[in-house]
């Protein structure tokens, strides 16, 4: 595929007839039977706001997504911050927050479903395991606490913000760990891992640059990589490493032209594939937060270098908005998942409240090397 215009490659595995507004996908490849899960949030019919309020999950074939199916995760009220994490055997653990927008304790619950038998377990919340040993619900109080155990106490927004679990990818570590992060708005992310995938968390180190919301990580040869967002909307991708688990880590760098969203890496090619929104000059008078979210940059970094021009190694674009996105390498081919933002990006002097994200869509683009 050359770097034109993505939608005429791409299918929508949110469910139309139904919905017109998705946020959040989250991919998860099941090798055993060739099958893709997307976990994501649909919205009501007519709101083009952010979605919260019920959680999903669709599953195809990977490599030809027809015959795609759908499953109701959660309808309760408020929930929000979805990701997806592979049990195999064709078994997904689903994973999302309750009551996203109140003040107070928000808790972390997850729900196993089995496409083989078509069954959704039970609700189940999210413990974590303390320093001191202590097993407590994993909570926004708790988040912060380690927060400031460690000496990041200047948050104004203190147990009534959300633990953005949807906003980074989880990944197994070859010590046989499940790896990921907890953020919050304009908070320091806090690794975490886990020997029970995700039923329960420990917390093991803290990037100390605060990130709004989204923050994306991943090891190679002993090294963290690592990515964050930031305000303002332009200029607000950050690239950073680790040498020491996240004891200390680099001064970050900024991707050049890029647009507040949600950056994403993984490992790829003995490398690390960085995927970040990008600037384009063509986008009209659009309010800023629509600005550039028709472009994304694709950049393979290896030995200390850094996502540029030279180490980008494609861009894509979508007239009718690419956002959100999520990428999973599969065998060597890359599969990868967004939202389109239609409705938003027609208002070009419009309201800058107004975010569009009108549908999950995917697509196989290949080994990128």
Request: glycine fraction near 8%; aromatic fraction near 12%.
């Amino acid at each position: 595929m050359n770097n034109s215009e993505i939608l005429s490659f791409s299918v929508q595995i949110s469910n139309g007839l139904k919905e017109t507004s998705a946020d959040g996908a989250g991919l998860v490849f099941d090798s055993k039977y060739g099958v893709m899960f997307c976990a994501y949030m649909p919205g009501k019919q007519g709101n083009y706001g952010e979605s919260r309020g019920r959680i999903s999950l669709s599953y195809f074939p990977a490599s030809q997504p027809t015959n795609i199916k759908f499953v109701e995760i959660s309808t309760d009220k408020d929930v929000y911050c979805n990701n997806v994490w592979g049990l195999g055997d064709g078994k997904v653990r689903v994973i999302y927050e309750k009551d996203s927008r109140a003040d107070g304790d928000h808790d972390m619950c997850y729900k196993d479903f089995d496409f083989l038998t078509g069954k959704l377990s039970e609700e189940k919340v999210i413990m974590l395991k303390k320093q001191n040993g202590a097993i407590v619900k994993l909570t926004t109080t708790e988040q912060f606490s380690y927060l400031e155990e460690h000496g990041f106490n200047n948050h104004t927004f203190l147990n009534t913000e959300q633990i953005a679990f949807g906003s980074h990818t989880i990944f197994r570590g070859q010590d046989g760990y499940v790896y990921g992060t907890i953020t919050s708005y304009l908070a320091e992310p806090i690794l975490y891992r886990s020997k029970d995938n995700l039923a329960t968390l420990e917390f093991f180190a803290i990037c100390p640059y605060t990130a709004q919301y989204e923050m994306d990580y991943k090891f190679l040869d002993g090294k963290i990589y690592a990515v964050f967002r930031t305000p303002p909307e332009r200029h607000s991708i950050f690239f950073t490493t680790s040498d020491d688990m996240g004891k200390t880590w680099s001064q970050p760098s900024l991707i050049k032209d890029s647009v507040s969203c949600r950056p994403r890496l993984i490992n790829y090619a003995n490398g690390i594939l960085v995927v970040a929104n990008h600037f384009n000059d063509d986008t009209g008078n659009r309010p800023d937060i629509q600005q550039a979210r028709t472009s994304v940059r694709m950049y393979l970094v290896k030995d200390g270098e850094q996502p540029n021009e030279k180490t980008m190694v494609k861009e894509l674009y979508s007239k009718c908005g690419i956002v959100n996105v999520c990428v999973k390498d599969v065998l060597g081919d890359i599969y990868f998942a967004y939202s389109t933002s239609e409705l938003a990006l027609e208002y070009q002097n419009g309201n800058p409240k107004v975010r569009g994200k009108d549908a999950i869509r995917y697509v196989k683009l290949g080994d990128i090397t």
